[in-house]
């Protein structure tokens, strides 16, 4: 298979690191989707408690994640992303020890400060051990996430027969395995001393001007994403009246990246830099709500209505599959790569932010349609959200504000011959 001899022709770390993808999202999405009617229905907590429970591990995630890109870069990622996993593996557990409102706070903030942690520690490791070849190993890093992302629901499916409990175990399960694993079979780096200390870290790369239009111009890679999760699922069930529309959305996304991502940026790496796809990427993903406004608010539910939303929904995913390879791949070219995990943190951290923002104003779009019969108005949000999005990327490109080319390295041997890149080591 080609996925298998791709990730083969990578290094034992980046290899461990896509495996170690797979089993993260396969953990999370076999818990998390179901948390919120866990809290509700079987717990009897109200909404507004539940909301709450839910967003303190959001915040405490997305509110973290520049202390977990610098305990990257200044400890070693490797060290990070096993803490990081450790502490998933306990949030977890929690969730399966009682339904006690401390127990569970504990247990949604110690599930997201793992997230912090591990999720810029394994991107600058991978960005680090793929050299010149970041945009190839951020594309099945992509493909690794989505097939974890469509395994973890349907595994959660089957255990919520059982109970919630039995879900919640076996995903603490999950991550217990990564743990070990990942203690076991890393490679160790050695980590260099910092040139300055943790706050001067975060001065240069928050001070970096261009880093920062960079990442504000990125806004809608991540609000569009999430639109697979809100808008697209409920434009699907109200147009075709088919309760499994929703599945076959994820489904038929999923297909598509485990049969493209790679070939796509093969193709586009060779054909220009990467910031020349990241806006066309955008463009796309933009363009894919056109489809699913033609059928948004139709008067009559029909099966047939579905194939617009399914247009868009891939059209979407393919804007994905171009742009997110190579913006990974370009944030470690912006600065020092000491501060790789840094800039990884820095950058999710206003992507995590700008995502919550952007997610509450098409939800409320989506409120404003149903009350005054704009049916085509959160659609059309995310149409002129994506081309912002675009045109924001392709002007820092014409005033040559964007790196011209990724910095490299080549992968590292097992003891590196001199001690630089900590944070590009890990995830």
């Known amino acids: ?87 998933r593996t306990v949030g977890f557990g929690l969730f399966a020890l009682g339904d006690s409102l401390p127990l569970l706070i ?43 992302a469509l395994l973890g629901p349907l595994l959660g499916t089957l255990l919520l027969l059982v109970d919630f409990r039995a879900a919640a175990v076996t995903a603490a399960g999950v991550f217990a395995v990564l743990t070990v694993a990942q203690s076991v079979a890393l490679p160790v780096r050695r980590v260099p001393k910092p040139e300055t200390r943790v706050l001067g870290d975060w001065r240069e790369v928050a001070g970096d001007r261009r880093f920062l239009a960079f990442s504000f111009a990125l806004v809608g890679l991540y609000v569009l994403e999430t639109q697979l999760y809100l808008l697209l699922p409920r434009t699907a069930a109200d147009a075709s009246g088919w ?17 493209f991502q790679l070939r796509v940026t093969r193709a586009l790496k060779s054909r220009g830099t990467g910031a020349r796809w990241i806006a066309t990427g ?80 098409v939800g409320w779009s989506m409120d404003t349609a149903g009350r005054t019969g704009l049916s085509w108005l959160p659609h059309a949000c995310c149409l002129a959200l994506g081309l912002a999005s675009a045109g924001a990327v392709a002007h820092l490109r014409r005033r040559r504000l964007l790196p011209a080319e990724p910095a490299s390295a080549p992968p590292h041997p097992t003891v590196p011959s001199r001690p630089d890149r900590l944070g590009r080591e890990t995830r």
């Open 1 to 87: 298979m080609k996925l298998l001899r791709a990730t083969r022709d990578f290094p034992l770390a980046v290899r461990l690191l896509l495996v170690n993808q797979l089993g993260v999202n396969t953990g999370f999405y076999l818990l998390i989707p179901y948390l919120a009617t866990h809290l509700t229905d079987d717990l009897g907590l109200s909404a507004a408690v539940a909301g709450m429970v839910l967003g303190l591990r959001n915040l405490s995630q997305q509110g973290l994640f520049l202390l977990g890109g610098s305990a990257a870069d200044r400890l070693g990622a490797r060290g990070v992303i096993i803490t990081g996993c450790a502490l």
């Open 243 to 259: 309760s499994g529309s929703v599945g076959l959305l994820f489904l038929a996304g999923t297909v598509v990246n485990l049969a």
């Open 106 to 148: 504990a247990a949604s903030i110690l599930s997201g400060l793992a997230g912090a942690l591990f999720n810029p520690a394994v991107r600058a490791y991978v960005a680090q051990e793929a050299g010149d070849r970041k945009a190839e190993a951020f594309a099945l890093f992509n493909v690794y996430a989505t097939t974890g």
């Open 282 to 361: 955008l463009g796309l993903m933009g363009l894919g709500f056109l489809p699913p406004m033609l059928v948004a608010g139709v008067s009559t539910a029909h099966p047939l209505h579905l194939l617009p939303v399914l247009a868009g929904a891939l059209l979407l995913h393919l804007g994905v599959m171009v742009a997110q390879p190579f913006v990974l791949e370009l944030i470690p070219a912006f600065g020092r790569a000491s501060l790789t995990g840094t800039s990884y943190g820095l950058f999710y951290a206003v992507s995590g932010a700008a995502a919550a923002v952007g997610s509450a104003a």
